[in-house]
């Protein structure tokens, strides 16, 4: 158990729709990140919060967003859901967050099926 | 961007038998290098990592070499176990902004 805890373990919703990923740390860390997972992009990260505050920023569509409130949990919306957008989403946690070099321990991922 | 090539797609070994999987890098400024190993249904879990200032680190049965310059590294594995069959990915961090490039990873599998 990697200590970091994601709800819910699945989705199923339909295109258009919007819906939020939640994702809580390891006790300690600061940094959270967010990665999306498909068999044909393979894992690809997405976006990292420290303490609140963006931190950087990668391959992440304009109809997606995240933030990470004060009690350091982080939620990643995606909008306007697209077939496409089919994946299982990974949230990891560091303890620091000046870069990417922190060792990194992922949660067990949301599974987001698009119909 | 930094861009991670991973080789095999596939590796089989016989139990008890040494696995290598072999990653290359396209940034010279990547500096930490982490493995990460995923069985079905889980989330990525961080078996070993090396910084750019150490050409090798071990770990029991687990080691990972680092060449710069060559801008390679490799997992190594010995006495594979049974319980070593899961899909294997390595991963590079550029520097700045950017965040974890993994590679498309390795599923190893331990013949019995």
């Known amino acids: 158990d990697s200590g970091v805890t994601q709800t819910p373990k699945h989705l199923i919703t339909a295109t258009g729709q919007r819906v939020t990923l939640r994702c809580s740390p390891r006790s300690g860390d600061l940094s959270v990140y967010w990665y999306q997972q498909s068999l044909d992009q393979g894992l690809q990260f997405l976006i990292q919060?420290?303490?609140?505050?963006?931190?950087a920023k990668g391959n992440i569509l304009e109809r997606f967003s995240a933030q990470q409130f004060p009690d350091l949990h982080s939620e990643l919306n995606l909008s306007s859901l697209e077939l496409g957008d089919s994946a299982l989403y990974f949230c990891?946690?560091?303890?620091?967050?000046?870069?990417?070099?922190?060792?990194?321990?992922f949660g067990d991922g949301t599974r987001l099926s698009i119909l | 961007g930094e861009n991670v090539e991973q080789h095999p797609s596939t590796l089989s070994v016989q139990e008890g038998d040494s696995a290598v999987i072999k990653c290359t890098y396209s940034d010279s400024a990547s500096n930490y290098f982490p493995w990460y190993k995923q069985e079905l249904g889980k989330g990525p879990q961080l078996i070993i990592d090396i910084r750019s200032n150490v050409g090798e680190k071990k770990d029991q049965r687990i080691a990972v070499t680092l060449n710069k310059t060559a801008k390679h590294f490799s997992l190594h594995i010995t006495e594979t176990q049974p319980e070593d069959s899961a899909v294997y990915f390595c991963a590079a961090y550029g520097g700045g902004a950017d965040g974890l490039t993994f590679g498309k990873g390795t599923h190893l599998i331990i013949q019995p």
């Open positions: 919060y420290y303490n609140g505050e963006e931190r």
């Open positions: 990891a946690s560091s303890v620091g967050g000046q870069g990417n070099d922190q060792p990194q321990h």
